[in-house]
Nanobody, 115 residues
Framework: QVQLVESGGGLVQPGGSLRLSCAASGSIFTFNFMGWYRQGPGKQRESVARITNVGITNYADSVKGRFTISRDNAKNTVYLQMNTLKPEDTAVYFC?????????WGQGTQVTVSS
């Protein structure tokens, strides 16, 4: 059974940075792609960023230029570096992975951007 475990969330002031990590229980190279979703208060879950198993990345318009997704295959971990954070980035961030038609989710980590 695949497990995705997120870490790195917390409280940060506007303009600050955080790095989220998603550690997988097995080789991440077998996933077609991995990514991050978020769900803010009263909002629907939305895609933030994703990266394919060959390193192609894709970002939501709202985070382009501020967030960077990367992967370390040796550590079976995907990262989301978040810079210049805004209050509207406040959400629970979920790690997501796809292997064929099967998808996996982490339990989520809270990110709060507030002064």
């Amino acid at each position: 059974q695949v497990q995705l475990v997120e870490s790195g969330g917390g409280l940060v002031q506007p303009g600050g940075s955080l790095r989220l990590s998603c550690a997988a229980s097995g080789s991440i190279f077998t996933f077609n792609f991995m990514g991050w979703y978020r769900q803010g208060p009263g909002k629907q879950r939305e895609s933030v960023a994703r990266i394919t198993n060959v390193g192609i990345t894709n970002y939501a318009d709202s985070v382009k230029g501020r967030f960077t997704i990367s992967r370390d295959n040796a550590k079976n971990t995907v990262y989301l570096q978040m810079n210049t954070l805004k209050p509207e980035d406040t959400a629970v961030y979920f790690c997501h992975a796809m292997r064929g038609s099967v998808e996996y989710w982490g339990q989520g980590t809270q990110v709060t951007v507030s002064s």
